[in-house]
């Protein structure tokens, strides 16, 4: 056990340094010429190169089936690299062990589209959920996890606005709620990088407006790096740092959103057979 406990130390104080190394850098996640290919289909990626920084909030814009999607699973490992190379906060995810996956989500929270809470389960109990990856066993019941857990998912309820509602079934929640929930799990990781896969798609204005605002502002406090899927143009622009537009599977945009129009950014929903335009810098 003890032996255990030192090779654990050590990979930590090891993955610390590599981190500490991306930091000076500046860069948190690299692309380098990524391919994804499944099967004899057009590759998902194809040759993908970009980079984010820490605090940067960069949103991907694209056609559905444009790669944004999966883009941003191979961020955390959830999907490999077919070719090309992908670095994440010091680790390369296409090289690494289980273990070192496993202590790379604990450090990237994700928030999804469809929320993916337990309805019949209270809001505070989801929230929890967020700290599994950090535990030893599962937790069957709210009163088996931590009380430190259970206060810290409190507190993130509260900075969403929904501390009133912990114990709550979370199926009786509005979308715009339930979603705000799944950003207070995410949040429960205290994650160094925040990924959000359309995370208002589903979502009426208003509510969309009060979620993304939230991702916002959190992510000014705790100088978080956000990569964020969506459709909405003009959302994207008065929301996030830098617009990376994706299609069929290639970068043709990568520009800062200050002074980039609304038509510029528009041009990557152009006609999927048509030509790709080389990317904006």
Request: charged share 25%.
């Amino acid at each position: 056990m003890e032996a255990d406990s030192r090779t654990e130390d050590t990979e930590g104080r090891d993955t610390a340094a590599e981190a500490a190394v991306a930091a000076d850098e500046g860069t948190v996640v690299e692309f380098d010429a990524v391919t994804k290919a499944f099967g004899a289909d057009a590759p998902a990626l194809d040759e993908v190169s970009l980079t984010a920084r820490a605090g940067e909030v960069v949103v991907l814009l694209g056609l559905s089936g444009s790669g944004k999607s999966t883009l941003l699973r191979h961020v955390d490992g959830l999907q490999a690299p077919t070719s090309g190379r992908v670095r994440v906060l010091g680790t390369d995810v296409g090289a690494a062990s289980s273990r070192e996956l496993r202590r790379l989500r604990r450090r990237v929270g994700f928030v999804f589209q469809q929320f993916h809470l337990v309805g019949p389960l209270t809001v505070l109990e989801n929230v929890c959920h967020g700290a599994l990856g950090g535990l030893r066993a599962p937790r069957l019941g709210l009163p088996l996890y931590p009380r430190t857990v259970r206060r810290a998912a409190l507190e993130q309820l509260g900075r969403v606005g929904l501390a009133d509602r912990a114990f709550q079934r979370a199926d009786t929640l509005s979308g715009g709620q339930q979603q705000r929930v799944a950003v207070a799990r995410a949040l429960l990781q205290r994650p160094e990088i925040l990924l959000a896969d359309e995370p208002v798609a589903s979502l009426d204005p208003e509510s969309a407006h009060q979620v993304m605002e939230l991702i916002r502002a959190v992510a000014a406090e705790e100088r978080l790096t956000v990569l964020c899927s969506l459709h909405q143009v003009d959302l994207a622009l008065s929301w996030g740092d830098r617009v990376v537009g994706l299609r069929s599977g290639r970068v043709v945009m990568d520009a800062p959103t200050a002074g980039l129009g609304r038509d510029e950014a528009m041009a990557v929903y152009s006609r999927v057979g048509a030509p790709a335009p080389a990317p904006v810098a």
